[in-house]
C-alpha cells in the first residue's frame, strides 16, 4: 500500500517587492493577483485535486496571519487540514520539520509534496505527472526537488546543477546562487540548470533522518517546539521559545547541499514564483492591449506602453510613460520602471526603518470576526468603516484613550456594554441597535460588539480622544484568544 501523500502548504513569505498591494499583516499568498476570484494561496490549493488521492494539507503560516489562512481554506472548501504556526520566521527547514513531524503523528508513514504558498503554475497536469515520477525516486531512497526548465537567463532565480542520470530525472550536482546577467546566460547555454522552484517531494522519515544527520539544531529545536506545543482553537501551536531557538535556514542549506539522494526532477508547467510585480506583468501577458499594457481597476491610459496600472481605490491616468509599474491602493502610491523591480524592497526597508504603518498593513485591516476601514483621520478624531460577519464578535474590552460613536448602516448590532472599569458579566446589559440607528460608549466603557444576524453587519465607528491608535484596547474576553 502507498504511502499517504501529504500537501505542504509553506505560507510564510513576506511579499515586500509586491509592495503596496502586499504587506507584511497580508502578504501576498493572500492577493488575487492573478485570478480575481482567486489568492494565490487559493490557486496553490487548487492543484491538489490533480494528484492521487492526496489528503488533507497542511499549512506552515506565521501565527499573526492564522485567521488569513483558516479563512481562505474555508473559502475553498478545504476541510481537515492542519495550520502549524510559526511563531516567528524561521525559513524553510524549520517549518518542514514541524510539517514532517505532523504528518507522522497522524499516519505511520507520509510523503510529503512541499509547495510554496505563493507560485504560479500553469500546467498542473505536468506537476501532477513529475510528482508520480517522484514517488518512484523516494522508493529508490532520494530527496527530491523540482527544478523548473529555465525559458530565459533569469537572474532573480537560484539554479540547480544537474549531474547523472536516474530512473527518472537526475541527481543534483550542486545549488547555485542567484546569477549576474553573464552568470545566466552561460547557464542557459551550457544546458544542464534549471531554476530552483523551492518545491519538494521527500518520505517524512527520510527527512527527519537527514535532518539529523546534516542539521541536528533544526531537527532539535523542531522536535522540542513540537513536543511542547498545544492546540489552540483551530491551530497547532509549537513552542515558541523553542522554535525559535533553532537556525534560520533553508532546506536547501541545511539537507539538500549536504546529501548525497538529493534528485532534481525537471518541469516545463509555466511556473513563476510571482515575486515582484513585473512578473505578474509577464503572468498576465494574455491581457495585454494592442499596446503592450496590462490594466486592472479605474485605468486611463494616454500614449502608454509595455506598463502594468492597477488602480483600487480611484482613476489613475497615465501619459506617455513606457515600461512602467503603477500601483495604487488606498493609502499608497507606486510608480516605478519595470527593471528595478527586485529594488523595490529598498523602499520597504526605509518605510520599515521609518516605522510607517504603510509598510506592514492596509488602509483595510482584516479581522478574525470580519474587517475595518480607515476612511478619514484627524488631530484628535478617526472615521471607520467596520464590516462583522454573521454570527461573530468583537472581544469584551475597553479603551483608555477614546470613545467611540457608532452608527448602523447595514444590519442589526448586539451592544454589550458596561460601567467604566467594570466587567463583571453581572453587571453588563445588552441593546439591540437596527439599522440607522447609533449608540455612544464615553470613553473607559467596557463594550463588546457582535453580530447576531445573517447578513454582514456594517457601521461607521467614529473615534474621538488624544490617542487612537489599535494597541489602545484592554481585552477582559475574546473568543479568538487574541493577546492584544
Not at 75 to 81: F, S, W
Not at 295 to 322: F, H
Not at 465 to 473: K, M, P, Q
Request: with cysteine; aromatic share 6%; charged share 25%.
Amino acid at each position: 500500500m502507498r504511502a499517504p501523500l501529504v500537501p505542504v502548504i509553506l505560507s510564510g513569505g513576506a511579499g515586500t517587492r509586491l509592495w503596496p498591494a502586499s504587506r507584511s499583516h497580508y502578504p501576498k499568498q493572500f492577493l488575487p493577483l492573478l485570478d480575481p476570484q482567486r489568492s494565490l494561496l487559493q490557486q496553490t490549493l487548487g492543484r491538489l485535486t490533480g494528484f492521487d488521492r492526496p489528503e488533507a494539507p497542511i499549512v506552515v503560516c506565521n501565527e499573526v496571519h492564522r485567521f488569513l489562512v483558516a479563512e481562505q481554506l474555508r473559502q475553498a472548501g478545504i476541510e481537515g487540514a492542519d495550520i502549524v504556526l510559526e511563531s516567528a520566521p524561521r525559513n524553510t527547514a524549520p517549518a518542514i520539520a514541524l510539517a514532517a513531524l505532523q504528518a507522522l503523528s497522524r499516519y505511520d508513514s507520509a510523503r510529503l509534496l512541499i509547495m510554496p504558498a505563493d507560485h504560479l503554475l500553469e500546467d498542473e497536469a505536468a506537476l501532477a505527472m513529475a510528482v508520480e515520477q517522484g514517488r518512484a525516486l523516494l522508493d529508490e531512497g532520494y530527496l527530491v526537488t523540482f527544478g523548473i526548465t529555465p525559458r530565459s537567463a533569469h537572474t532573480g532565480y537560484g539554479y540547480i546543477r544537474s549531474g547523472q542520470a536516474l530512473t527518472h530525472g537526475m541527481a543534483v550536482s550542486e545549488f547555485v546562487e542567484k546569477p549576474d546577467a553573464a552568470t545566466a546566460e552561460g547557464y542557459l547555454q551550457a544546458g544542464g540548470y534549471f531554476w530552483n522552484s523551492g518545491m519538494f517531494l521527500v518520505d517524512a522519515r527520510a527527512l527527519l533522518d537527514a535532518l539529523a544527520q546534516h542539521a541536528a539544531a533544526v531537527l532539535e529545536a523542531a522536535t522540542l517546539a513540537w513536543q511542547g506545543g498545544c492546540r489552540d482553537l483551530d491551530f497547532i501551536r509549537p513552542d515558541a521559545t523553542a522554535f525559535e531557538s533553532g537556525p534560520s535556514i533553508s532546506l536547501d542549506y541545511a539537507v539538500m547541499e549536504h546529501t548525497e539522494r538529493a534528485a532534481v526532477l525537471p518541469l516545463s508547467c509555466g511556473w513563476s514564483d510571482i515575486g515582484a510585480w513585473d512578473a505578474v506583468f509577464e503572468a498576465r501577458s494574455g491581457q495585454r492591449d494592442a499596446a503592450g499594457n496590462v490594466t486592472e481597476g479605474d485605468v486611463l491610459l494616454e500614449g502608454t506602453r509595455d506598463s502594468l496600472v492597477i488602480s483600487q481605490s480611484r482613476l489613475v491616468a497615465t501619459l506617455g510613460l513606457a515600461s512602467v509599474i503603477a500601483v495604487e491602493t488606498e493609502d499608497a502610491v507606486l510608480l516605478a520602471s519595470r527593471d528595478r523591480m527586485q529594488d523595490l524592497k529598498q523602499i520597504v526597508a526605509r518605510l520599515e526603518q521609518a516605522e510607517r504603518p504603510e509598510s506592514r498593513t492596509h488602509s483595510r485591516v482584516y479581522r478574525p470576526w470580519g474587517w475595518y476601514r480607515s476612511m478619514v483621520r484627524g488631530e484628535g478624531f478617526q472615521v471607520k468603516e467596520i464590516m462583522v460577519q454573521p454570527g461573530e464578535a468583537l472581544s469584551l474590552q475597553k479603551h483608555h484613550h477614546r470613545a467611540e460613536h457608532w452608527v448602523v448602516v447595514q444590519g442589526t448590532a448586539r451592544v454589550t456594554r458596561g460601567d467604566r472599569d467594570d466587567h463583571s458579566m453581572t453587571s453588563l446589559t445588552t441593546t439591540m441597535v437596527a439599522e440607522d440607528e447609533s449608540i455612544y460608549l464615553p470613553l473607559g466603557t467596557v463594550h463588546r460588539l457582535e453580530n447576531p444576524g445573517r447578513i454582514a453587519l456594517r457601521l461607521i465607528e467614529v473615534q474621538t480622544g488624544r490617542y487612537l491608535e489599535e494597541d489602545d484596547i484592554v481585552r477582559f474576553e475574546d473568543r479568538y484568544r487574541r493577546d492584544s
